[in-house]
């Protein structure tokens, strides 16, 4: 059942992660709160850059000769560039992977094995971006390969993930729920049920709150649907789809938790 984009890394030391990558929507988001605030930035500096320089005029024209006025639109590009690479490479470094933008909307970059990112890796993300940007090659990457990195991230060796949230933040259990998790023990076998599975349950749980009426039902009823198959179950006991997936998760969680008791 591949609801969300994922992605599996095994680790030097063979662990294997598995995250859910961010998605071209939430990226674009992000990056467009990201450019406000430079914006904002890059107003005040040229404001603050006009009023030095009407100040300093003959000091510069002393300096730079007939030339000044080319000399302080160059200067000009290059803090403006600092700025706007200092800015990724700043938070992204300090922030774990996160900047403004980001934190947000939830997401954030990590290294192809999981790691946090470190300065080298956020400074190649963000000299690498005007490239990314030039006639939208990052977005035709992102939205055209399997692992959804633009060309900034093929260099760097890093994806953008999902930020993790915790599992009670967003989850919460019906009491009709918590009715029903214990007829399913008593009538399936949940052991059927993969921890794939169930993980994909658990994220419908915590995410739906964000979806839309219309996409958080038609998921539902398709989850509800695929685990009924899987648990042989040839009726539902109940006819809310979202119910039962509570339920299945409750009962999951408990029947799990009640066989590690008894090793």
């Known amino acids: 059942m591949h609801l969300f984009n994922r992605v599996r890394y095994r680790t030097p030391e063979s662990v294997e992660l598995e995250f859910t990558l961010a998605g071209i929507g939430n990226r674009a988001w992000a990056l467009m709160i990201d450019y406000l605030i430079l914006a904002v930035t890059w107003v005040v500096f040229f404001l603050a850059w006009v009023f030095i320089s009407a100040q300093l005029v003959d000091w510069w024209t002393q300096t730079f000769g007939s030339a000044v006025g080319l000399w302080l639109v160059a200067i000009a590009f290059i803090i403006s560039f600092a700025m706007y690479a200092g800015y990724f490479v700043f938070f992204e470094t300090l922030w774990q992977g996160q900047t403004p933008g980001k934190r947000s909307v939830k997401i954030r970059v990590v290294r192809d094995d999981g790691r946090p990112i470190g300065m080298q890796q956020a400074t190649l993300r963000a000299l690498l971006r005007p490239f990314d940007e030039f006639l939208f090659l990052g977005a035709f990457l992102i939205m055209f390969t399997r692992p959804e990195k633009r060309l900034g991230d093929f260099v760097a060796g890093t994806i953008?993930?999902?930020?993790?949230?915790?599992?009670?933040?967003?989850?919460?259990?019906s009491e009709a729920a918590k009715s029903l998790h214990q007829e399913?023990?008593?009538?399936?076998?949940?052991?059927?049920?993969?921890?794939?599975?169930?993980?994909?349950?658990?994220?419908?749980?915590?995410?739906?709150?964000?979806?839309?009426?219309?996409?958080?039902?038609?998921?539902?009823?398709?989850?509800?649907?695929?685990?009924?198959?899987?648990?042989?179950?040839?009726?539902?006991?109940?006819?809310?789809?979202?119910?039962?997936?509570?339920?299945?998760?409750?009962?999951?969680?408990?029947?799990?938790?009640?066989?590690?008791?008894?090793?």
């Open 160 to 173: 953008v993930i999902q930020a993790e949230t915790p599992a009670s933040s967003n989850l919460s259990i």
């Open 184 to 263: 399913l023990l008593r009538i399936t076998d949940l052991s059927i049920l993969l921890p794939d599975d169930f993980a994909v349950i658990r994220e419908y749980l915590q995410r739906r709150s964000t979806m839309t009426a219309k996409a958080r039902s038609a998921l539902s009823i398709k989850l509800a649907e695929q685990v009924q198959e899987i648990l042989h179950l040839e009726k539902v006991p109940t006819t809310s789809s979202d119910v039962f997936l509570e339920a299945v998760y409750l009962a999951y969680t408990l029947d799990s938790t009640g066989k590690s008791g008894d090793v």
